[in-house]
């Protein structure tokens, strides 16, 4: 047992990031029923959608789930009456203050956990009362801090210094890459990417591939004038680049963004002129397989490497 | 022992970073004194001035010591000469091709080890015969590779595609740091500003503070431009970003960048006006110690960790 297998009542101390159009009921039930915690990501969900995803991941699993919900999303208090009136246990909010939601899922009897990219806002949502953090850095996939601190340097340093448990996000997908997190502090591990391209994840196939065929530098934090994101290099990137590298203006990479481009990149497939969200972690997956198997192959990588890490002696 | 400890002769797989203004021959021999392996970084010395500190190094320590060059260094040849001459054993080269001067240093009865930042110039350095790469992620400080990709994601994807020993740079400073290294699959780590702050380093005292002061957040890569460089915070920094976000051309940030800024900024100590090259790492360092009292505390801090990720166990 440790901080994190206790606070949620799961087996592994690993987190499905709650990914906006790649993790529906499927992926998040999968990831409970490995042993894992599963994550619906309702970023990309209407109201209705989410209510429904609900209802089925409870009805696909009697382990613990949550939902992801970024705080700047519109319909924000529709989201949180239906997370309550369908008793969601567990919540995960990114992008926007703890402070404001923290006391009324708390008091409905909710675990909250916030998602930071520094220590300043793991203090700040510590503060707030919540019951872990994760901490995410640079490498991570899809909205990202603009200091651009690396996972192995901002675990230690929220670790260190604040009190509730650390869940580590960025860079992960591997048992060594786990040990390794929870080497600098943490006491679990968000992982995103290596999901998306998982048999259960609702990202489309063509996504899923561009995954698989991903390289190492394949992946750039983009648009850091609007939301600072990491993309995976394909022509709609490249567009991006070309617009920031000739000095547009906000409103000039705003229309160029559009609307609906991760929908169209992620969800429809259109990997040619979609906004596709990944990790650098990226490079390393090779293959589209059941959660089940990444998850117990991330266990035993795990503990293999324990075994020769311990072997060391100075 | 491991595969580091062995090539090198040493007690501890720790490299102190060649890095220009701030590793003389007292940096590199207290670091090979307490157990680690010194470089006097030979990247902002005239041959006569390398020649003087591998003569004083030898002089201080009986240990091994190397020298770190960048391949891009002017008068290179002449470095190579003295090398050989002094009958120096181990040299780390960068920021260049390893094909031209490994054959030369190798049937000199040298160890040469090579510097770079992705796979692909890692599997380029054993296909030419090194004995072994630093691979060196983006938070790392100093000059950088494009492609950004952090340690975390680095290491595995380096050591599971290389046969030759694998050292771990970038965001490490701490034995937990260098276990989560070791656990991403390193066989050693090369430590730079954790040994800028140190008494021993020849750093300027008000580019030490300024390390000491450093907060998370407080380091960007800049001048990507120009060569990549990771840059402490200050007026300069100041001025670098506005140019790049004005759109300034090459030739206006070569320009400002101008001649001498380094040596301004870490040996001369004029930290409004130089240029500071320091890692992300520099937020967690606290305070200017002796070079043994910090290989000391990593190596404790790296024993204490294991134990403690020993007990994890799922």
Redesign the interface.
């Known amino acids: 047992m440790?901080r994190i297998t206790q606070l949620f009542g799961i087996?592994?101390p690993i987190i499905q990031g709650g990914m906006i159009w790649c993790s529906g009921w499927e992926l998040a039930s999968a990831v409970s029923n490995a042993g894992g915690l599963g994550l619906i990501g309702a970023g990309s969900m209407y109201p209705e959608v989410l209510r429904d995803h609900i209802q089925k991941c409870k009805n696909a699993t009697d382990k613990p789930f949550g939902v992801n919900i970024p705080l700047l999303y519109p319909d924000i208090d529709e989201h949180i009456k239906t997370i309550i009136d369908l008793g969601v246990k567990i919540v995960f909010t990114s992008a926007g203050s703890p402070k404001k939601f923290t006391p009324l899922l708390k008091s409905n009897g909710i675990k909250v956990v916030h998602v930071t990219s520094?220590?300043?806002f793991a203090k700040k949502s510590e503060e707030s009362g919540v019951d872990a953090v994760v901490s995410e850095?640079?490498?991570a996939g899809g909205h990202n801090g603009r200091?651009?601190?690396?996972?192995?340097?901002?675990i230690?340093?929220v670790s260190?210094n604040i009190n509730i448990p650390v869940i580590a996000a960025?860079?992960?997908g591997?048992g060594?890459?786990m040990?390794?997190?929870?080497?600098?502090?943490a006491d679990g591990v968000q992982i995103g990417s290596r999901f998306v391209a998982s048999v259960e994840s609702s990202a489309h196939i063509n996504f899923k591939s561009e995954v698989v065929k991903a390289k190492?530098?394949d992946t750039?934090?983009s648009l850091k004038q609007l939301t600072a994101v990491r993309l995976l290099n394909n022509d709609f990137y490249q567009q991006v680049k070309k617009a920031e590298d000739?000095?547009d203006s906000v409103k000039e990479l705003q229309d160029l963004l559009g609307r609906g481009r991760s929908k169209k990149g992620m969800f429809e497939g259109d990997v040619i002129e979609g906004e596709l969200e990944i990790g650098?972690?990226s490079?390393?997956i090779k293959e589209i397989i059941p959660v089940k198997k990444i998850i117990d192959e991330i266990?035993l990588e795990?503990?293999s490497?324990?075994q020769r890490?311990?072997s060391?002696?100075?």
Not at 179 to 185: F, K, N, R, T
Request: hydrophobic share 40%; proline share 2%; charged share 20%.
């Open positions: 440790n087996k592994y520094n220590l300043k850095g640079f490498e200091e651009e601190i690396t996972t192995m340097c901002l230690p340093n260190n960025g860079g992960i591997s060594k890459s040990l390794a997190a929870m080497s600098l502090g190492e530098g750039m934090l000739r000095g650098q972690v490079s390393m266990i795990f503990n490497e324990k890490i311990n060391i002696s100075f």
